[in-house]
């Protein structure tokens, strides 16, 4: 996988090209073209949307704090927007991607100069497509190097190495989209999951483009992980190493060491590897996690190898690691609730304690009527959706972000209740089926600038109880508790850690369970929040915070750039 680093020529040309760009000097500057590409995959080859020709795309490396410039052209036959995970973007909505809630997608033929904002994050995150389910084959890793002067908590690793988890289809992704549009039922399972664009060697027409990791004993590597599936958490582990956790989405955590770790959809991961063992070839293997009955899942297993440096005869197959069953829920939860914020005097931590806003959120999938005749393939010919308290989130034609800039009347509503609409046992077994359907609608949530938000996110057992990955935009959030069942507000909050919770942006909200976070509301903007897993994304299990300006200058956002891509 290529990285890529900007070029000094094209800064100085657009620097004396233009004085509206006086606001880019100096910041680097990067190209992104999006364009389709034939890529040849177990055994049939198909075009993808591709940035730079590459899969997956080239990895950006930046220092703490930097600001950089990525100059997307659109050369492709579909609408397009990309997002940067889980970098913060400080009071510059503009740039944040996700289609219709901070922007109109770049159509065919576009481009869009996008200002990427980093502050706070340190470590690994992505950056992504989020438009339709392009975001299948338009992603790549971004690394966050500590700035100048200050350097990793843990002994600096030998090498580091992007480890991305895709996924797959043999047919087209947008068929696969429409598809399930077309019929309300689920989409059609992948027929591979990959590391680092590759399936590996389990995979037919496979082997001879695995991806191997070369060591050398006694060295250390940090991998930096990002899940790009579409679909499924998933269960990654080496054969015969441990995996020492270092950090989770651009935030340090205390060093956990296991045998096997979870990876949801939008999560970053920074494992250390120590290469300890005889030198052989080793499997790196994942497969889903994958909770909920009834739902089929591609149950197949990626993998790559662990080639030591060294005069020796290979193990032939390598040792393959022993991955906990598909529904091992325990497994998963279990490392998950580890992670621990690092906490220490060079990062300190600042979990709010007086909270302001309290907002108890039930996730589900639902049902919808089938529109005008009864044969969609959801339960019962009905349409399959999904909610946050009884709504399913609707894109507007325009985008949140511009109707509220500019005063634009009836594109969203702030009627998003702030608990439940409905009490009963959320996860109950056989709950009765009227509870399975929700209303539908653009709801979002204002928040004053500088609030204290704790949000406790209650999963239901409604159609199918299954893990829930939410993501938000324009923050990282303290995750104080979890657990499975209904929470409840007397007791809970008593077990939260405050003291060294993770800063995620996105977390598993565990299966018939429940998940509390908070955060400070002091990024004024339109911040899109959601289930990771694209198809309850695109079902509707979404919100967006408008946190509004503060009272100061710097607390408010920024004007919006010339060349917002038009709706
Ligand atoms: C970028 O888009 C603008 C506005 O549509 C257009 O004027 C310009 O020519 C485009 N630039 C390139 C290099 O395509
Ligand atoms: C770090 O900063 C110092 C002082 O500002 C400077 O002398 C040094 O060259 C910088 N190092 C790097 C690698 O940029
Ligand atoms: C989805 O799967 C069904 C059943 O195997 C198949 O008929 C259909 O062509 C598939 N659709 C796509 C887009 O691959
Ligand atoms: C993995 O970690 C455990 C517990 O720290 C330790 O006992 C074991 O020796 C380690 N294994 C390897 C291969 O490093
Ligand atoms: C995966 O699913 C297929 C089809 O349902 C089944 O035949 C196969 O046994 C499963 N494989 C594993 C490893 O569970
Ligand atoms: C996991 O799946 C197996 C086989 O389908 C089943 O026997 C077992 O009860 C399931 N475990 C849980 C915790 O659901
Ligand atoms: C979680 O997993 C670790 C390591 O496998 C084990 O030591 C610990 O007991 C588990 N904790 C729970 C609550 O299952
Ligand atoms: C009725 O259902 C069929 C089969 O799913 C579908 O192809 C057709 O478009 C539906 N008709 C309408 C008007 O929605
Ligand atoms: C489907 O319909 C049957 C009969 O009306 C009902 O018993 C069942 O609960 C329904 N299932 C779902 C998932 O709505
Ligand atoms: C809710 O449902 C669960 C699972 O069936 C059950 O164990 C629990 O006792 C129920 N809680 C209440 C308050 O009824
Ligand atoms: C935000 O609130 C905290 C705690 O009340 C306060 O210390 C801080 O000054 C406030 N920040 C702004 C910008 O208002
Ligand atoms: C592409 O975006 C434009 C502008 O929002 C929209 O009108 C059009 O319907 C979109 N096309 C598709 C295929 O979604
Ligand atoms: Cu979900």
Redesign the pocket.
Known sequence: MMGFRPSCATALILLVLSSTLALSYGLARYTFVVEETPYTRLCSTKNILTVNGQFPGPTLYVHKGDTIIVDVYNKANYNITIHWHGVKQPRYPWSDGPEYITQCPIRPGGNFSQKVIFSTEEGTLWWHAHSDWSRATVHGAIVVYPNNGSSYPFPKPDEEFPIILGEWWKAPIMEVYYQMLQTGGDPNISDAYLINGQPGDLYPCSKQDTFKLKVEKGRTYMLRMVNAAMQELMFFSIAKHNLTVVASDGSYTKPLTREIITISPGQTIDVLLVANQEPDNYYMASHVYASASGVTFDNTTTTAIIEYAGNYTPSSPPLLPLLPYYNDTAASYNFTSSLRSLASAEHPIKVPRDITNKFIFAISVNTLPCEVNNTCQGPNGSRLAASVNNESFVNPSIDILEAYYYRINGVFSNRLPNFPPYIF?F???NLPSYLDTTKRGTEVKFLKFNSTVELVFQGTNILAGTEHPMHLHGYSFYVVGSGF?NYDPQKDPMKYNLVDPPHQNTIAVPKNGWTAIRFRANNPGVWFMHCHIERHLTWGMDTAFIVLNGKLPDNKIWPPPPDMPPC
């Open positions: 046992n996860t109950a077994d069942g």
